[in-house]
């Protein structure tokens, strides 16, 4: 079990991340971190990927599905800022991904809908979300900023349900078998 929350990155299977709470944040990604968004940037393409954190998944828990809203209407068109693009549930947490700037959406992951556990397991990978051309950058912060700024946040006591005493409910901590 992997407790580090130090200032310096490790060396992980998907490259350079500081590790806090046991979740994995990727050094080269830009995020949201009051919504637990990720977004990873493309230049040769220009496409834009966007998907829920570690400590995004671990905080809402085992996800039981995820749905695209009209994507298929909004694919290829320009979608405003503040649209909703993907929903999401679990039993203890709906939550959805709005589009953060005025953006093409190019492509959802539709696999996430009979796969929504990709979100938990492969946050970074197979779980992502949706991939964007953005019309301006993305109000997003990363690096040390990014860092400093879930510290900060992680650091405030994390409740997922009333009475239950544990500060923080982690898929790499516990036994997922059944899965």
Known sequence: MIQHAGTTPVK???????????CIVPVDLQYDVDRDFWARHDKSSGVTIIGITDIGQTASGKLQAVSFPRASERLGHLVPAGKTVAMFESAKWVGALHLPVESVLKEVNTELVE????????PYGNGWVAAFQLR??????????ARQAYQARLQRT???????EDDFWCVHCNDWNDL
Do not use: C
């Open 136 to 145: 301006s950058p993305l109000p997003w912060i990363t690096g040390e900023q």
């Open 12 to 22: 992980t299977e998907g490259g350079e991340a500081w590790i806090m709470k046991n």
């Open 115 to 122: 796969h929504p556990l990709w979100v938990n397991l492969e």
């Open 158 to 164: 994390f409740r997922s349900v009333r009475g239950v």
